[in-house]
C-alpha cells in the first residue's frame, strides 16, 4: 500500500499539488518513485518559468528508467527544489516531504477540479 495523503490533488501521471497560502508545491507521488527506483536525477524547471496545465516540466532518471514529468495546473515557477540536484534520493525517501520539486503561483485556480482526488487517485494505483 502506498501513501496517498489526502490534503493533496493527483494527476494521473503521478504528480500531486498541495497548496500553502497562494503557492501551489508540487512533486510526484509514493507510488511513482516506487515504480521508478533509485532516482539518480532530477531535471526541474527554472524560477520565472510559465507552465500550462499539462506542459511538460521536466525529468525524472532512475536506474530502471526515464520519466517526463507534467505541470498539473497552469502557473508561474516560484521556486524549484536544489537540494535535488545534489541529492535526488530525496525524491525517493520522502516524496511528499523533502523530496518536493517546485513551487508555483496559480493563474487558474479552477484548473484544481480538473485533478484527481486522494480517492480518485488511489483507485488509480490498486
Known sequence: MFEIPDDRKYLESHEWT?????????GI???????????????LPTEGD??????EFGVV????AVSDLYAPISGTVTAVNEALFDAPELVNDDPYGDGWMFEMEPSDTDEFDDLLSPEEYREQTE
Open 29 to 43: 507521488s509514493d507510488f511513482a518513485q516506487d515504480e521508478l527506483g533509485d532516482v539518480v536525477f532530477v531535471e
Open 18 to 26: 498541495t497548496t500553502e497560502g497562494d503557492t501551489v508545491r508540487i
Open 61 to 64: 532518471e532512475s536506474i530502471k
Open 50 to 55: 510559465e507552465l500550462d496545465a499539462g506542459d
